[in-house]
Each structure stands twice: as structure tokens, then as C-alpha cells.
């Protein structure tokens, strides 16, 4: 079992070198594709694909070619990943917190309001160019059209999406019958019925999308912690594997070193002198 772990890490880093291609030309696809939404992964998928095939290449060399500081190279990165990662985790769960929708009477969809998310995401979507770039998006995936057909009944009896819920249609406490509504919700005032327009503008489809990002994100955190537990599990054996290079150059704890290309360090021949002294003395 001595070199076991290094077979493990081995099959392992072969397995994601192998997964990093199909990640790489999924990116490469989306930066050729048009649309905008397609266009926000690219580079999040192009920079994890080649960190991928990187790590594992080292950690591959090192584990099955006895390269320590290859498995140096490939330990010293997944350290700086598992920290990122938990990072990354940590700080998912504190941003998706707080959130949620709030249930509208008579209605099976729930509306969104923007003042109910963290600071950071509500900052995001403040950003002008950042929403101009959401809403292009959502222009283009045709979400408001599906509910153009939609008789009045169908808003009392089915569900939307927070996307819909808060671009395509003004809040529903708006009362456009009124002569004034100086008491109504600001999004009423900036609600359009030309597809175009509809309520892309509203505070209320910031918060839809900030709910959909919300959704996401959480589900994404959950699968790190998932990850994260595999790729400790990893380190683990790779540190093992490390440590089976190493005895490779001087094996002095089990016996003499048979390797006769590799050259030993200082330390193995201070333990051979001690050794050669101990068996003159008895």
C-alpha cells in the first residue's frame, strides 16, 4: 500500500484533466455566441477550465512520475483553492441571507421589493452599465412574452417567476383608475405597456432578478461545501503522495535506498554513518 495514494491522486487529476476540456470549449463556444447572458460565463468558465487543467497536470506528473516539486506546484495551488472556495462560500451564504419574496393576497406569485436584499447585491444592480447589460439580457430571453397571452384569470391562478413577477407587470397594488396616486408604489409611475418598456426600469425587476441571483447563488453554495469536502479529501492523499516523492530520494526510516538514479540528501548519509557506527560498536 506503500504507493497507493500516489496511484489514487494519479486517477484522480487523470479524471479532471480530462473534465477541464469540455469546460475550456464551453467557454470558447460562448465567447463566439451572441447573446448576452451567455456571454456572462465565458470568462468564469474559461478561467476555472484552465485552472483545472493545470492543477491537475502537476498533480498528475507529480503522483505518477515521482516529481516533488511538481506535487510542491500542485499541493501549494490547492491550498490556495480551498481557501478561495471557502472564501467564496462563506461570503455566498452572507449575501444570499436575506431576500425572499412577500405574498401578494388572492395571488399565487409573490412580488419582490428591492430594499429586502444585502447591500452589496442591491449596489450591483444599481450600476447602470451592470443593469443595461441585465436588461439586455432579459429583452433577449423573451420572459415577458410568454405572459402576453395571459387573460386576467391566469394572473389569479398561475405562478411566475421573480423575473416575471417584477419586469413584466406593474406591483399589483397599482390603481390605475385613480385620478391621482400620489400615495402609490414609485413603480407604478415608471410601468410601460409597450414590450419594449413594461417595467424593466422598476425597482421591483432589480429585485426579481436580485431573487433569481439569490436562488442561484445559494444552491451554488450548498455545492461548494460539497466540493469542498472532496477536494480536502484530495489534499489529504496528496499530501501523502508528497511525502512518498520525498522518500524516494532517501528512504532511511525503512531501510537503505535502492534507487540508484536518484541522489540521496545530506540527511541519509548522516544516518548511514550513524548506523555503519552502531553496528561496529555492538
Given at each position: 500500500m506503500y504507493r497507493f495514494s500516489n496511484t489514487v491522486i494519479g486517477f484522480l487529476n487523470l479524471f479532471t484533466l480530462l473534465a477541464s476540456i469540455p469546460i475550456i470549449g464551453g467557454g470558447l463556444w460562448m465567447a463566439k455566441s451572441s447573446?448576452?447572458?451567455?456571454?456572462?460565463?465565458?470568462?468564469?468558465?474559461?478561467?476555472?477550465?484552465?485552472?483545472?487543467?493545470?492543477?491537475?497536470?502537476?498533480?498528475?506528473?507529480?503522483?505518477?512520475f515521482n516529481v516533488p516539486w511538481a506535487?510542491?506546484?500542485?499541493?501549494?495551488?490547492?491550498?490556495?483553492?480551498?481557501?478561495?472556495?471557502?472564501?467564496?462560500?462563506?461570503?455566498?451564504?452572507?449575501?444570499?441571507?436575506?431576500?425572499?419574496?412577500?405574498?401578494?393576497?388572492?395571488?399565487?406569485?409573490?412580488?419582490?421589493?428591492?430594499?429586502?436584499?444585502?447591500?452589496?447585491?442591491?449596489?450591483?444592480?444599481?450600476?447602470?452599465?451592470?443593469?443595461?447589460?441585465?436588461?439586455?439580457?432579459?429583452?433577449?430571453?423573451?420572459?415577458?412574452?410568454?405572459?402576453a397571452s395571459w387573460t386576467p384569470l391566469d394572473y389569479l391562478e398561475k405562478d411566475m417567476s421573480p423575473v416575471q413577477s417584477g419586469c413584466c407587470k406593474p406591483p399589483t397594488s397599482c390603481n390605475y383608475a385613480m385620478a391621482t396616486m400620489m400615495s402609490q408604489d414609485p413603480d407604478c409611475y415608471k410601468w410601460n405597456n409597450a414590450m419594449p418598456f413594461l417595467c424593466y426600469e422598476c425597482d421591483s425587476c432589480k429585485a426579481g432578478v436580485l431573487e433569481d441571483v439569490r436562488r442561484d447563488w445559494r444552491k451554488l453554495s450548498?455545492?461548494?461545501?460539497?466540493?469542498?469536502?472532496?477536494?480536502?479529501?484530495?489534499?489529504?492523499?496528496?499530501?501523502?503522495?508528497?511525502r512518498n516523492s520525498r522518500r524516494s530520494e532517501t528512504?532511511?526510516?525503512?531501510?537503505?535506498?535502492?534507487?540508484?538514479?536518484?541522489?540521496?540528501?545530506?540527511?541519509?548519509?548522516w544516518w548511514r554513518w550513524l548506523h555503519d557506527r552502531r553496528e561496529q560498536l555492538y
Open positions: 447573446t448576452t447572458c451567455e456571454g456572462f460565463l465565458q470568462t468564469p468558465l474559461l478561467v476555472v477550465g484552465f485552472v483545472v487543467l493545470i492543477v491537475s497536470l502537476a498533480g498528475f506528473i507529480g503522483a505518477c506535487l510542491w506546484v500542485y499541493l501549494l495551488v490547492m491550498l490556495v483553492l480551498i481557501g478561495t472556495l471557502l472564501s467564496l462560500t462563506i461570503f455566498g451564504f452572507v449575501v444570499t441571507s436575506q431576500g425572499g419574496g412577500v405574498d401578494v393576497p388572492g395571488r399565487v406569485y409573490k412580488e419582490y421589493r428591492l430594499q429586502d436584499f444585502s447591500e452589496w447585491l442591491k449596489n450591483r444592480v444599481k450600476d447602470p452599465q451592470y443593469w443595461r447589460t441585465i436588461r439586455s439580457c432579459i429583452l433577449g430571453s423573451k420572459t415577458c412574452s410568454k405572459l450548498v455545492l461548494n461545501v460539497v466540493i469542498l469536502v472532496f477536494l480536502i479529501s484530495i489534499y489529504s492523499i496528496g499530501c501523502c503522495a508528497f528512504d532511511h526510516p525503512y531501510g537503505e535506498n535502492r534507487m540508484s538514479k536518484v541522489r540521496p540528501r545530506w540527511d541519509y548519509y
